[in-house]
């Protein structure tokens, strides 16, 4: 059975995929308390000593705060270590699998979806953290994929809490009668995160390379607010009191960095829209 390091272990994605895959592979998840990655030279060791066939490199600092208030020690996390754990790969012929994301795009003011062979843009510093691991894999790696992925949403598992994603923040403000805003001035793709472990084996054997991994998506992301509460049989009044545009946030450069995934789509990736993402969530999770 093939052997598969996790980094970040204990993120949604990560243990979406070992649920979902513990009988196709054996797991080795690699947590914090492993290895300090702050210390890129100790990363690049851990990992040459590592007995495993493949690298899932899903371990980062997302926080945006975090990332703009201090970008070396962030930087250290999110790109150093990145690099030394892709070092670590290739010395021992092992292939990297590393999660991107579409922050990479965040600072292009040109027509999206943008697809892999479009300059990256970010005006923040975790995008243009990743950007610099997605470049230098490019151009060092052999054996690799680096999988750009949007803004995925699902809903928790017993002992898997789901990172904030639309249906839960939409779930939450409905369940507490809480009026919440969502941005009406971006658009960005969003993907339900079961897709991403239900094809992790077929992920895995993708030829090397750069792929985006997104469903389809026009609306913006206070529409895609909308349409989930609909989805979950918000009333009319319930939608028009609980789900509120933010008008303001990014009203003077209005943000739209939604990715094109043809590429993995034409490698056998099954991709569909947001509605149809919602509905096959909300169906797995009886609603």
Known sequence: MRRIAVTGARGYLASLIRLYNAGSFEFVPI????????????????????????????????????????PQGTGVVNRDSAIAVARACKAKGRRLLFISTEQVFNGRTDPA?????????????????????????????????????????GMALPGIKPSPGIVGNVLAALRTNTPTTFTANERRCLTYAQRLANQFAAICELPSGLYHFASENDLTTYEAAYLVARRFGASDEQVDRLILPDTKRYADRFRDFRLDASKARAAGIALGTFAEDVDQCLSDFGW
């Open 31 to 70: 947590s914090r308390e492993d290895v300090d990655y702050t210390k890129p030279e100790e990363v690049e060791r851990f990992f040459g000593e590592l007995d495993c066939d493949l690298v899932l490199h899903t371990a980062a600092n997302a926080t945006t705060a975090d990332c703009e208030n201090d």
């Open 113 to 153: 979806p943008f697809a892999e062979t479009d300059e990256p843009c970010s005006v923040t510093n975790y995008g243009r953290q990743k950007a610099e691991v997605d470049a230098w894999l490019a151009a060092n790696m052999d054996d690799f994929v680096t999988l750009r992925l949007s803004w995925m949403f």
